[in-house]
């Protein structure tokens, strides 16, 4: 992914993370995401419960949200239509921020 060849992770000041490369194995892991939502990849949270995937499968996947207590699919709601968009939301945010 695109993101993680320029930096290894983002924080911005509203508390969306997304993940650096070293945590993301702990986070699926942590939250058992293969278990509950298979074929799917936790990529960051919001610091309040929600998370933020894609399809593990797919570089043009959409970026769904979800609740970290209920990883069932049926459930998500898409946040952008792939993740180099939802990523420029982000470090939008970040510059217009500072």
């Known amino acids: 992914m695109a993101l993680w060849r320029v930096?290894?992770?983002?924080h911005?000041?509203?508390?969306?993370?997304v993940y650096s490369a070293g945590d993301i194995g702990e986070r699926n892991a942590t939250h058992e995401?293969?278990?509950y939502a298979?074929?799917?990849?936790?990529?960051?949270?919001?610091?309040?419960?929600?998370?933020?995937?894609?399809?593990a499968?797919?570089?043009?996947s959409a970026v769904f949200s979800s609740d970290l207590g209920d990883l069932d699919p049926a459930g998500f709601d898409?946040?952008?239509a792939d993740f180099a968009s939802w990523i420029e939301s982000l470090e939008t945010a970040v510059s217009?921020?500072?």
């Open 78 to 80: 898409v946040v952008a």
């Open 38 to 55: 298979p074929g799917l990849l936790l990529v960051g949270d919001d610091s309040g419960g929600c998370g933020f995937l894609l399809r």
């Open 7 to 10: 930096r290894d992770g983002l």
């Open 12 to 17: 911005t000041e509203s508390g969306v993370v």
């Open 57 to 60: 499968d797919d570089p043009d």
């Open 33 to 35: 995401v293969a278990r």
């Open 96 to 98: 217009e921020s500072l």
